[in-house]
């Protein structure tokens, strides 16, 4: 079976600081791993994804992040936040074996402050 | 961009209700399922659905909900007698052939039950 926990419920940055935001997973075999943005009242748009290609996976809106299977993380970061970025964020695993479906994290909101 | 349309936006039901929340994923996706989130708590998986049957589904999915996909566009999830603790947000999504490699979410019918 595969986990994944994000580290920080809330996580407040100031509007051109560096948005960091930490995801780590566990998984028996090779996962695929996700990141998910849900703005208020809204439903979840994919942000990035990564299939086993290059490990630094380049999303939309400046957002990237980097497989790091020693480390079992994939943490997402932003070099320079703005305040439309303020939104809860998901990190997502499954696999090509056994359960398919997504597993998610328990999210991160970001705060950006002006 | 294609999306994944979700009816209704909003529904509100009396406890023991039947309720059927409506999804029309993308049309060359093969795989469909359906997610829930309670208020302030993590997207958790119900369902998935592929070649006209279950494929999986997880312990939060019991007797009372069911699915399915009665024309080539739609699919439906039913909530048979709704209880209070079923109210939430709940997520359609569909994925290509390839099923690991992005889900497409709709943007949610939010179920309360009073």
């Known amino acids: 079976a595969q986990s994944v926990t994000q580290l920080g419920s809330h996580v407040s940055v100031s509007e051109g600081a560096l948005v960091l935001l930490r995801c780590n997973y566990s998984?028996?075999?090779?996962?695929?791993l996700f990141w998910y943005v849900q703005y208020p009242n809204q439903g979840l748009q994919l942000l990035l994804k990564?299939?086993?290609?290059?490990?630094l996976v380049k999303g939309i809106n400046g957002f990237e992040a980097e497989f790091k299977k020693s480390e079992t993380s994939f943490h997402l970061t932003k070099p320079s936040a703005h305040m439309s970025d303020a939104a809860e964020y998901f990190c997502?695993?499954?696999?090509?074996?056994?359960?398919?479906?997504?597993?998610f994290g328990s999210g991160t909101r970001l705060q950006v402050q002006p | 961009e294609p999306e994944v349309t979700q009816t209704p936006s909003h529904q509100v039901t009396q406890m023991g209700q039947e309720v059927i929340l409506r999804c029309v994923p993308i049309?060359?996706?093969?795989?469909f399922y359906w997610y829930r989130q309670i208020l302030g708590q993590k997207v958790e998986f119900l369902v998935s659905?592929?070649?006209?049957?279950?494929?999986?589904k997880s312990e939060i999915f019991d007797d009372q909900f069911s699915v399915e996909r009665p024309d080539g566009s739609n699919f439906t999830l039913k909530i048979r007698s709704t209880k209070l603790e079923d109210s939430a947000m709940y997520f359609c999504?569909?994925?290509?052939?390839?099923?690991?490699?992005?889900?497409?979410f709709g943007s949610g019918t939010r179920l309360t039950v009073v």
């Open positions: 999504a569909s994925t290509g052939r390839e099923e690991t490699y992005g889900y497409t």
């Open positions: 659905f592929y070649n006209n049957e279950i494929s999986e």
């Open positions: 998984s028996s075999v090779p996962p695929y």
């Open positions: 049309s060359n996706h093969l795989y």
């Open positions: 997502a695993v499954t696999t090509n074996t056994g359960r398919r479906a997504l597993t």
């Open positions: 990564y299939t086993s290609a290059a490990t």
